[in-house]
């Protein structure tokens, strides 16, 4: 298949992502980017039509995927797009019939989320330096992400219409376009009031009291990379291990949450999950931290075992 009927077909799915889908644009560019290993694929076994891609190449495609590095987490998440796509070739009539194999398909191994304890989260707030206008935003931008519980796309897209910080509440877009009301506390709300009153319109540089929330030093909406830098960059100033980023953050929220007796269905709220069983993995979490403490706590658990011996 040539490049050009390649483009023509991923503009096309682009346009069904955005606006029927209503995905985000970082979710809409990785979903591309996913499909180019699948263009690059069918370019090596010439394929000329997407009815070329029966259920036989299809475990080929998986299988060269493996055999080029790709981690298992990075194929599954491939085949999830995959799904997406070829749902969507089919109502398009573009392929009259599901190539994918129904059974066999590789699944993510179960991985309980990472979070922080309530120390270290204490510590990595206090990390940035208060002296400064941008330490002043890095904590506002920190006690946001973890009180919240917000994405890394959440905290981009704030403006300051969505913040009404005398009801500590604050009106985030999520996945979707979904609109929900998200909480916080006290001292993230007074860090936020630190940094919107002395700091944001320094960086400004004219009184708005719209528009982005957090701004890098030349005024503007602060990136999604640059947040993720942020968090990045202060866990390893505290000697966090690597991998701190803002869902660390988030399921931190979610954990203390649940550990300090939240209902479940008002932390899948605050979260903004669809499901109940999105929600439900930082059960695990709590019962599995539950079980560490009582291991290491309860005198006869701590016991190795009596001989059966005697």
Do not use: C
């Not at 298992?72 to 997406?84: D, F, G, N, P, T």
């Not at 960059?233 to 954990?255: D, E």
């Amino acid at each position: 298949m040539n490049d050009s009927k390649w483009t023509n077909i991923k503009i096309k799915f682009n346009t069904h992502l955005v606006l029927e889908k209503g995905l985000a644009s970082l979710t809409v560019r990785n979903y591309m980017t996913d499909l180019d290993s699948l263009q690059e694929f069918m370019k090596i076994r010439s394929f000329s039509k997407f009815e070329d891609l029966d259920r036989y190449e299809l475990r080929g495609y998986l299988s060269w995927l493996v055999n080029i590095g790709f981690a298992k987490s990075s194929i599954v998440r491939k085949i999830s797009v995959l799904r997406s796509f070829i749902g969507w070739l089919l109502r398009e009539k573009i392929i009259n019939k599901d190539p994918l194999p129904r059974r066999g398909v590789m699944k993510r191994d179960s991985r309980l989320p990472r979070f922080l304890s309530q120390d270290e989260v204490s510590r990595l707030m206090d990390a940035p330096d208060s002296s400064n206008p941008l330490g002043l935003r890095d904590k506002a931008l920190l006690e946001l992400a973890y009180a919240a519980g917000l994405r890394v796309s959440e905290i981009y897209g704030l403006n300051v219409s969505d913040l009404d910080l005398g009801t500590k509440e604050i009106r985030v877009t999520g996945k979707g376009s979904k609109q929900r009301v998200a909480l916080v506390g006290s001292l993230a709300r007074d860090a936020m009031y630190l940094y919107l009153s002395q700091v944001r319109p320094q960086l400004l540089g004219e009184d708005d009291s719209d528009g982005p929330v957090f701004l890098n030093k030349f005024g503007t909406r602060l990136s999604r990379r640059s947040i993720q830098e942020k968090i990045r960059y202060y866990a390893a100033k505290i000697g966090l291990k690597p991998g701190v980023h803002t869902h660390t953050l988030r399921h931190s929220f979610a954990t203390h949450l649940l550990d300090g007796g939240a209902d479940l269905r008002v932390v899948q709220e605050l979260l903004g999950h669809a499901s109940l069983s999105t929600t439900q993995i930082y059960t695990h979490v709590t019962q599995s931290k539950s079980k560490e403490i009582y291991l290491a706590s309860h005198p006869r658990a701590k016991q190795s075992g009596a001989s059966l011996s005697k």
